[in-house]
Nanobody
């Protein structure tokens, strides 16, 4: 099982950028598709982005396309989420997740491991 630790959250203004990092421990990081989810206050956790095991393919929800970029470094067991042009509606706790059994999972049930989350707050 892989253990995940997110970092990089914070309080920013609308239009600013943040880069989230997720460090994975354990073996065979490259065997996991990696995703980012977020949860706003009073709302359910939602899928944001996923990257395949090799990093060759990515997929995003429509609301972040063109603003967010997911990437990974299998040499350092790290996945990133670069977030540009942030909006107040991007506010929430962002979670990193790992999936061994699916190539490009987009639902929380397809993931095996989760980080503890990092808070992102975007003020208007």
């Amino acid at each position: 099982q892989v253990q995940l630790v997110e970092s990089g959250g914070g309080l920013v203004q609308a239009g600013d950028s943040l880069r989230l990092s997720c460090a994975a421990s354990g073996r065979a990081f490259s065997n996991y598709a990696m995703g980012w989810f977020r949860q706003a206050p009073g709302k359910e956790r939602e899928f944001v982005a996923v990257i395949t095991r090799s990093g060759s393919s990515t997929y995003y929800i429509n609301s972040v396309k063109g603003r967010f970029t997911i990437s990974r470094d299998n040499a350092t067991n790290t996945v990133y989420l670069q977030m540009n042009s942030l909006k107040p509606e991007d506010t929430g706790v962002y979670y990193c997740a790992a999936s061994r059994g699916y190539a490009s999972p987009v639902t929380s049930g397809e993931y095996d491991g989760w980080g503890q989350g990092t808070q992102v707050t975007v003020s208007s």
